[in-house]
């Protein structure tokens, strides 16, 4: 079982950043393929950023790659994800999630429906 709690969310002008963090409580981080998704209202929750359990590999959806970068620190068992060149059209609620692997698999879901454990999620709100 993973506990993961967002912060770092707020309120930015455009063009600016915003650092989110996804502190994971829990014995098996590094089991875990992690991911950033973000939802609106009445939409879908959407895919934005993963990595997978070692660190080695990131995807981006293509509307935040360039400006968002997804990392993650195994010693402090964190994920984090910078947003640079924030837009208005990046407002929305981010959540943290987290996939569990068996050790022989090697994969990094980008469907919210594939992820176990998700936070209670951050607002980020880009004025323009």
């Known amino acids: 079982q993973v506990q993961l709690v967002e912060s770092g969310g707020g309120l930015v002008q455009a063009g600016g950043s915003l650092r989110l963090s996804c502190a994971a409580l829990g014995r098996t981080f590094t089991s875990h393929a992690m991911g950033w998704f973000r939802q609106t209202p009445g939409k879908e929750r959407d895919f934005v950023a993963a990595?997978?359990?070692?660190?080695?590999?990131?995807y981006y959806a293509d509307s935040v790659k360039g400006r968002f970068t997804i990392s993650r620190d195994n010693a402090k068992n964190t994920v984090d994800l910078q947003m640079n060149s924030l837009k208005p059209e990046d407002t929305a609620v981010y959540y943290c999630a987290a996939k569990q692997l068996r050790p022989w698999v090697n994969r990094t879901p980008k469907d919210p429906n594939d992820y176990d454990y998700w936070g209670q999620g951050t607002q980020v709100t880009v004025s323009s």
């Open positions: 990595i997978n359990r070692s660190g080695t590999s990131t």
